[in-house]
């Protein structure tokens, strides 16, 4: 799949195709780079699709991991903060 030359420039249609959704209302995108994606469903009609890139455990830090760990226990025993509000920021 050919890529952007200019990272400043509006994207360009490389490639196009015409497929049909399975019975589980799957599709397969072709020459994919990545495997994951993020999809928003847009008011359209449309689909966008954002390539999403999952990190091993191993390039994330030690400390980090043991961060995780603790506040993961924490919250098993109920020590946890009151949720946040988070209405003021909308959705994306």
């Known amino acids: 799949m050919p890529t952007l030359v200019k990272a400043?420039?509006?994207?360009?249609?490389?490639?196009?195709?015409?497929?049909?959704?399975?019975?589980?209302k799957r599709v397969t995108l072709r020459n994919?780079?990545?495997?994951?994606?993020?999809?928003k469903?847009?008011?359209n009609g449309s689909f966008l699709l954002e390539?999403?890139?999952?990190i091993s455990p191993s390039a994330i830090?030690?400390?980090?991991l043991k961060m995780l760990d603790k506040s993961?226990?924490?919250l098993k025993?109920?020590?946890?903060?009151?949720?946040v509000d988070?209405?003021?920021?909308?959705?994306d």
């Open 51 to 54: 390539p999403r890139i999952l």
């Open 72 to 74: 993961a226990a924490n």
């Open 61 to 64: 830090s030690a400390r980090t």
């Open 8 to 24: 400043s420039s509006r994207p360009t249609v490389v490639d196009h195709y015409d497929v049909a959704a399975d019975t589980k």
């Open 86 to 91: 988070l209405t003021a920021f909308g959705e």
């Open 32 to 39: 994919a780079q990545t495997k994951y994606f993020h999809v």
């Open 41 to 43: 469903a847009l008011s």
């Open 77 to 83: 025993k109920g020590l946890a903060s009151a949720p």
